[in-house]
């Protein structure tokens, strides 16, 4: 049984930083893609960055990079998300995902396409 946990969330000023941390079981981690998405009140979740737990190739969106880092331990399982300079635009519930396959971890980027989720962490960036 695949099983994802979220933490490291919570209430930051602007400028500041979180790590979130997703445990993840249950998985032939080398055949997976992990991925974080985040959902703002009243819009679509979305998604923010991916990795892939056999290497380093990773892929983040636009918005975020060079503030966000994405990063996997293999062993303890458990893949992170580093957030720096952090916006109000950043609050969100963030989810981890994952989904088993061999495409870059860049390739799927649609919640739908995403078959396991955590149940979220929220995030808040006060201005």
């Known amino acids: 049984q695949v099983q994802l946990v979220e933490s490291g969330g919570g209430l930051v000023q602007t400028g500041g930083s979180l790590r979130l941390s997703c445990a993840a079981s249950g998985l032939t981690f080398s055949a997976y893609v992990m991925a974080w998405f985040r959902q703002a009140p009243g819009k679509e979740r979305e998604f923010v960055a991916a990795?892939?737990?056999?290497?380093?190739?990773?892929h983040l969106v636009d918005s975020v990079k060079g503030r966000f880092t994405i990063s996997g331990d293999n062993a303890k399982s458990t893949v992170y998300l580093q957030m720096n300079s952090l916006k109000p635009e950043d609050t969100a519930v963030y989810y981890c995902?994952?989904?088993?396959?061999?495409?870059?971890?860049?390739?799927?980027?649609?919640?739908?396409?995403?078959?396991?989720w955590g149940q979220g962490t929220q995030v808040t960036v006060s201005s």
């Open positions: 990795i892939r737990w056999s290497g380093s190739n990773t």
């Open positions: 995902a994952a989904r088993q396959t061999a495409r870059p971890p860049g390739y799927y980027r649609q919640a739908r396409d995403y078959g396991y």
